[in-house]
């Protein structure tokens, strides 16, 4: 919580001179210092060789690759910038890559909105600038661009499903689990679903775990979301998140904190995607891999068939130092329910159920992980799970191009999901 700046003085004097000295203004409805909030910006808003107005009201700050947040953590503070992986998962950048021959099925066409107002200059990285109102939406200014605990679907447990539930988070997803992972990729169906209240999202991402679902849980994670929260606005956007503590204190969203190094100066993490799908019309889909160099031991992150964005260093985490013991692919909301005990209409995907397929409900396609080889394959035993499957549900499927892929969504609130 914010400490409460309002000073009691027994002179004048003084309190003129706590003015002058604390500009310490509180602001917002959450009682944030101005002082506090302006600390945290500077820490966050690193200063820029260059800024471009994106369309859609972001600022996108060309930020000195070595001066980007990542090495504000204590155990960076000395690190070596890896320029490129020493090794890709087999096949990565194959000229002879699958791809669909439906007309209305685009892959390559994504991008992001600030491009159209330029790029960043060499050795730069682009970076969403958070500004006060950002901050002002926050539950906290330490808790700013961290998930709530426990938020990761937990498809195993002796555990009733309202105890799964209970902290709001619901999921529809294929997994794989009891294996040694080095990655994950997916062809993720671009979508965007209405949000009902201002502090639930919508998503769709890949995770790669390792530990328990305890204090200890390791998580990389990326894909697309809609927060009206943490961005401000209802658009769909690229994001990772990482922890190596199970949400307790580690980790964010995007470059909110330290601990992923960027290297990428073309792909802002945080920024809206353009275009999307439309029900029964174009589909549109974004191609997310997460692999573990094998030489250095990092997590690199890839963004479509050529945007390699950066890593999250080995050093960052216990379990995944090693390997992911489970990977999970697939959808989240959160769900906060109103006063009457009603479910959110917040919806997941396209906000059609898995039943209806192509071109209404939202997909994942060309399922796969990385294994011990750094090839590529098709997972075996995968599953899939759903919290509440009158919500959101999933459907799964294999063959074709498409590889291991399953439908997914939903529209939340339904006469069948009070």
Not at 19 to 27: A, F, Y
Not at 388 to 414: A, H, L, T
Request: hydrophobic share 30%; net charge neutral.
């Amino acid at each position: 919580m914010a400490a409460n700046l309002t000073k009691v003085s027994f002179f004048l004097a003084l309190v003129m001179t706590v003015e002058i000295l604390t500009p310490s203004v509180v602001s917002g409805d959450n009682g944030f210092s101005d002082l506090k909030i302006r600390t945290h910006l500077k820490r966050l808003n690193k200063p820029a060789l260059k800024s471009i107005k994106s369309p859609d009201g972001d600022v996108i700050d060309c930020v000195p690759i070595t001066n980007q947040p990542a090495f504000s953590h204590p155990l960076l503070i000395n690190h070596t910038v890896q320029m490129m992986p020493s090794l890709n998962p087999e096949s990565v950048f194959s000229a002879s890559k699958v791809s669909s021959n439906n007309k209305n099925q685009k892959s390559n066409d994504l991008t992001q909105l600030w491009h159209v107002n330029g790029k960043c200059p060499q050795n730069t990285i682009p970076i969403r600038r958070t500004r006060k109102q950002d901050l002002y939406r926050a539950s906290s200014i330490e808790n700013y661009g961290m998930k709530n605990k426990k938020s990761i679907p937990k498809p195993k447990s002796s555990e009733p499903p309202n105890v799964l539930t209970q902290n709001g988070h619901q999921h529809a997803i294929m997994y794989v689990e009891d294996g040694a992972f080095y990655g994950a990729k997916a062809k993720i169906n671009v979508w965007k679903p209405n949000v009902e209240m201002p502090n639930e999202f919508s998503l769709a991402q890949i995770w790669v775990l390792g530990g328990n679902f305890n204090s200890d849980l390791n998580s990389i994670e990326a894909g697309w979301q809609v927060s009206p929260q943490l961005y401000g606005d209802n658009r769909t956007r690229l994001f990772t998140y990482w922890t190596s503590d199970a949400y307790q204190g580690t980790g964010c969203y995007n470059l909110l904190c330290s601990g992923f190094v960027q290297i990428n100066r073309e792909i802002a993490m945080g920024a809206s995607i353009s275009p999307l799908s439309n029900y029964g019309s174009s589909q549109y889909d974004i191609t997310i891999l997460i692999w573990k160099d094998p030489k250095e031991g990092h997590w690199w992150l890839q963004f479509g068939e050529k945007y390699i964005i950066g890593y999250w260093p080995a050093s960052l985490f216990s379990y995944l130092s090693e390997s992911a013991s489970m990977i999970e692919w697939g959808g989240e909301v959160v769900n906060s329910q109103s006063e009457e005990g009603q479910h959110t209409t917040t919806q997941m995907g396209s906000g059609r159920f898995a039943e209806e397929g192509w071109g209404k409900s939202s997909y994942f396609k060309n399922v796969q992980v990385v294994d011990g080889s750094n090839e590529l394959r098709n997972p075996e035993n995968l599953q899939v799970f759903t919290d509440q499957g009158n919500c959101y549900n999933v459907k799964s499927g294999n063959g074709g191009s498409w590889g291991s892929y399953f439908y997914y969504g939903g529209p939340g609130r339904n006469p069948n999901c009070p």
